[in-house]
């Protein structure tokens, strides 16, 4: 059973910032690509990947305001928000890919997941 743990979320005011972090095993974290994704009602939506090299990947919705990273030494992936509005309100979950890469993010549903993390934003 792999397990990955978020932490960070919370509520934050319009325009401020929150920075998530995942954290996972060393087993699979060295050679995962990493992922972060978000549900609001509906369906579940890509953010951000960064692979085991530090190649990232966006989705528009969050590009020039969102950062993912990783930290190897700490098995940790990070996800920093920045100048987040009402619309970014939702559970937000980290994903650990071990058999596809970061370019299937946004098709692929697949791997681990964390149990997720709430992100409030109030306006």
């Known amino acids: 059973q792999v397990r990955l743990m978020e932490s960070g979320g919370g509520l934050v005011q319009s325009g401020g910032s929150l920075r998530l972090s995942c954290a996972a095993p060393r087993s699979i974290f060295s050679i995962a690509a990493m992922g972060w994704y978000r549900q609001a009602p509906g369906q579940r939506e890509f953010l951000a990947g960064i692979?085991?090299?530090?190649?990232?990947n966006y989705a528009d919705s969050v590009k020039g305001r969102f950062t993912i990273s990783r930290d190897n030494a700490k098995n940790t992936v990070y996800l920093q928000m920045n100048n987040v509005t009402p619309e970014d309100t939702a559970v937000y979950s980290c994903n650990a890919r071990t058999t596809m890469g970061i370019a299937t993010m946004m098709t692929h549903l697949t791997g681990y997941w964390g149990q997720g993390t709430q992100v409030t934003v109030s306006s």
């Open positions: 692979d085991s090299s530090g190649v990232t």
